[in-house]
């Protein structure tokens, strides 16, 4: 079992950043992979990034590539993701999940484990 809280979310200018972080609880988060997913009003929740269980692989939808970093630290059970250069249509709540198995999956109804989300609104 993993629990999962997200924090970091709030309102910053486009162009400006943010850094959300995840905190996990378990001993074996090590053993799951974690992507961070979105979802916008109206919208269906979309992937942002992933990274591997042992963080040596990332991964990340052609929308925020290049302005969004995702990192993990396992003696902490920590997931952040460091958002740069922030426009008004990353204006969502920020979700962090968790699963085992396959790294990057993009489908939300492929993992067990969700936070609550946090909320991030970019202003024009």
């Known amino acids: 079992q993993v629990q999962l809280v997200e924090s970091g979310g709030g309102l910053v200018q486009a162009g400006g950043s943010l850094r959300l972080s995840c905190a996990a609880s378990?001993?074996?988060?090590?053993?799951?992979?974690t992507v961070w997913f979105r979802q916008a009003p109206g919208k269906e929740r979309e992937f942002v990034a992933a990274?591997?269980?042992?963080?040596?692989?990332?991964y990340y939808a052609d929308s925020v590539k290049g302005r969004f970093t995702v990192s993990r630290d396992n003696a902490k059970n920590m997931v952040y993701l460091q958002m740069n250069s922030l426009k008004p249509e990353d204006t969502a709540v920020y979700y962090c999940?968790?699963?085992?198995?396959?790294?990057?999956?993009?489908?939300?109804?492929?993992?067990?484990?969700w936070g609550q989300g946090t909320q991030v609104t970019v202003s024009s």
């Open positions: 999940a968790a699963r085992q198995g396959i790294v990057a999956v993009t489908t939300p109804n492929q993992y067990n484990y």
């Open positions: 378990g001993r074996t988060f090590s053993m799951y992979n």
């Open positions: 990274i591997s269980r042992s963080g040596t692989s990332t």
